[in-house]
């Protein structure tokens, strides 16, 4: 009888499935990273001229000394690895921008992924300027903004303005955002709100009486409007330092810039509070120059105990522009005293409360001050202290408008490290 040979076509082996098995998978994760290395390669050097920060995890960006830097110039930011641990409490997850110096972004800017963007000097964005996502921008005391199109707020997104700005065309809040502005904002196109938007804490939808048009700016501030209309400058001075330290009974100061141009001259300025300045001497500029150019002074009266001092440069032609203020302590030796050694403040950010963890280095008073970036005492308050670990539960923020804050601890006058808590 003869038997009929079978072929198994429908029936592979258990070996050959699993070898089948592992082929398909193999393929499918190489072609997954084919395509998700073309997608990284695309979105982040693409030609698009939007531009997203995404969250750093614990690092913070800052633009490097001055500029002026061109936002996509990569090598103009740098991450700080010790930024974390030199401001305990700061949400991990949440990304920092912080402007010094004279930057631009050439084209649309996107803030996004919970990032908070502070410009300390100067920001230029030539396209449109969008906050989403639960990010937030904050112009400090001596920052400037200028926005050559949009500004559209939207998503939870916070916008704090304590400087100056301007938007050229239209300013538009939306999806809950929060726009609180607290000094000299100017918009040449139209305002308008919905969703749930906040102008200054106002639910109308109508356009903020402190939001100033055009005419307005030309009229109020015309240093700024010839400074926004004028186009993408280089500023006059392009500071590199300025430092101060007691030298002696003495406070010496030192400055350098990177290039002069239209230089006249530099004022010297001194505070006791970080607010009202008063004049101590004037120091002639180069006038112009593109190389290094160092200058020093050497204060022969200076105040007692904490002083602040600032530069104020001024052109040939009369205009002029103030740097940030810095702080300089000056304590005899015998006058030295441990500080108070911060360790947190939670939340950070908050809302109206935070707790404050500190230790003591005797039992006696503690001095605690929260200061605004322009050096002005907000909030002050002596408690008492035992030597060793204290606790503060500071319950007074709701009468602080949203944005960064300087908090300090000081016992017999001797000052921990200044620490920045944001109120939100």
């Known amino acids: 009888m003869m038997r009929k040979r079978r072929t198994l076509k429908q029936r592979p082996s258990v070996k050959l499935k699993r070898k089948l098995v592992l082929v398909y998978a193999t393929a499918g994760i190489a072609v997954f990273t084919i395509v998700g290395i073309g997608v990284f390669f695309y979105l982040n050097f693409g030609t698009s001229t939007s531009s997203s920060a995404k969250t750093m995890n614990t690092q913070g960006y800052t633009s490097q000394d001055d500029g002026p830097y061109d936002w996509e110039d990569n090598a103009t930011w740098t991450k700080t690895q010790t930024w974390m641990k030199d401001n ?48 937030s921008v904050t112009i400090g005391p001596n920052g400037r903004l200028v926005v050559e199109g949009k500004y559209t707020t939207t998503g939870g997104a916070d916008n704090n303005n304590q400087g100056k700005s301007v938007v050229k065309q239209d300013l538009t809040g939306g999806g809950g955002a929060n726009f609180v502005n607290d000094r000299d904002f100017y918009v040449f196109g139209s305002t308008s709100r919905s969703g749930g938007a906040r102008f200054n804490g106002s639910n109308k939808n109508t356009q903020p009486s402190n939001i100033q048009n055009e005419s307005s700016m030309r009229s109020n501030d015309p240093e700024f409007y010839t400074f926004a209309t004028s186009g993408i400058s ?17 406070v010496k100061l030192s400055w350098e810039t990177a290039e002069e141009i239209n230089n006249d001259y530099f004022t010297i300025e001194r505070s006791s509070d970080g607010t009202q300045f008063e004049k101590v001497i004037t120091i002639k500029g180069v006038g112009n120059s593109h190389q290094p150019q160092s200058y020093s002074y050497l204060d022969p009266y200076p105040l007692e105990g904490v002083a602040y001092y600032r530069l104020r440069q001024t052109d040939f032609d009369g205009k002029f522009e103030v ?47 929260l200061l605004d970036f322009g050096g002005t005492v907000v909030f002050s308050e002596n408690i008492s202290a035992f030597t060793g670990h204290n606790q503060y539960e500071f ?30």
């Open 395 to 424: 319950y007074q923020g709701d009468r602080l408008n949203n944005g960064i804050y300087l908090l300090q601890l000081t016992q017999n006058g001797s000052s921990s490290k200044p620490v920045r808590v944001i109120k939100r």
């Open 234 to 250: 280089t500023l006059p001075v392009t500071l590199t330092y300025f430092r101060g330290a007691p030298e002696g009974k003495q």
């Open 88 to 135: 305990p409490g700061i949400n991990p997850n949440t990304g920092y921008i912080h402007i010094y110096g004279y930057v631009t972004r050439t084209g649309d800017l996107r803030i996004a992924s919970s990032t908070d963007l502070t410009i300390f000097d100067t920001l230029w964005v030539t396209g449109d300027l969008t906050v989403t996502g639960g990010g």
């Open 323 to 369: 740097f940030n203020a810095i702080a300089v302590s000056r304590i005899t030796p015998s006058e030295v005293q441990i500080a108070p050694t911060f360790h947190s403040a939670s939340p950070n950010p908050f809302t109206s409360s935070f707790r404050v963890s500190f230790d003591a280095p005797a039992s006696g008073e503690v001095l605690i001050q």
